[in-house]
Nanobody
Framework: QVQLVESGGGLVQPGGSLRLSCAVS????????MGWYRQAPGKERELVAT???????MYADSVKGRFTMSTDNAKNTLYLQMNSLKPEDTAVYYC?????????WGQGTQVIVSS
């Protein structure tokens, strides 16, 4: 079993920055992939960024060049640095992990980009 807890969301002006954190606990060994998804009001959940088994990050075209995913293995934490935020980035952001072909999700953290 894997537990994921997101934090770091909030209200930010367009062009601003936020860093989201995902604390990972439980049986973290054998996690094959991790990443971030988001769901805007009235829309389906969509992929933001993932990291593959070899550590290569992959980003959605909509965030490429603005968002950066990183890890702190000592703290068992996954980060998403979000720069140059746009109103269309407004969504609930979810941390995701895959282990043994099972999917685990955090509770989500709200990001609002607005003037």
């Amino acid at each position: 079993q894997v537990q994921l807890v997101e934090s770091g969301g909030g209200l930010v002006q367009p062009g601003g920055s936020l860093r989201l954190s995902c604390a990972v606990s439980g049986s973290i060994f054998s996690i094959s992939a991790m990443g971030w998804y988001r769901q805007a009001p009235g829309k389906e959940r969509e992929l933001v960024a993932t990291i593959t088994f070899d550590g290569t990050p992959m980003y959605a075209d909509s965030v490429k060049g603005r968002f950066t995913m990183s890890t702190d293995n000592a703290k068992n934490t996954l980060y998403l640095q979000m720069n140059s935020l746009k109103p269309e980035d407004t969504a609930v952001y979810y941390c995701h992990a895959r282990k043994f072909r099972l999917d685990y999700w955090g509770q989500g953290t709200q990001v609002i980009v607005s003037s």
